[in-house]
């Protein structure tokens, strides 16, 4: 299910895309990445002290037409951190997350 209203959505693109043409440029993995880290930072906040993307586990899901960003990550203080990996969906043709999950391990 779309964490986004059509009105939020339209915010959401603006504030991640801003002057980004998509018909020059098509919609790659690195926006993507940045879709999912724009909603990381959103919903964390200053908890989030660090985020790398995972190469190998990041890819474009053929099957359901859909970028997987992989983002492993320090959530917390800067003394006691929690290291978690958050997993984003996206929606290449809305620019938008549709889905979100974060592990701790």
């Not at 586990?57 to 290291?83: E, M």
Request: hydrophobic share 35%.
């Amino acid at each position: 299910t779309p964490l986004y209203s059509s009105a939020a959505s339209d915010v959401y693109k603006r504030q991640v895309f801003i002057g980004r043409n998509f018909e020059r440029t098509p919609f790659a993995l690195t926006d993507a990445h940045d879709a999912c880290l724009y909603e990381v930072k959103s919903k964390l906040g200053e908890r989030l002290l660090r985020s790398e993307m995972v190469p190998l586990s990041t890819r474009f899901n053929s099957d359901n037409g859909s970028y997987l960003v992989v983002l492993d990550a320090d959530i917390g203080l800067i003394n006691t951190w929690t290291n978690t990996l958050i997993y984003c969906d996206i929606d290449p043709l809305r620019h938008t997350v549709s889905y979100y999950r974060k592990d701790v391990y």
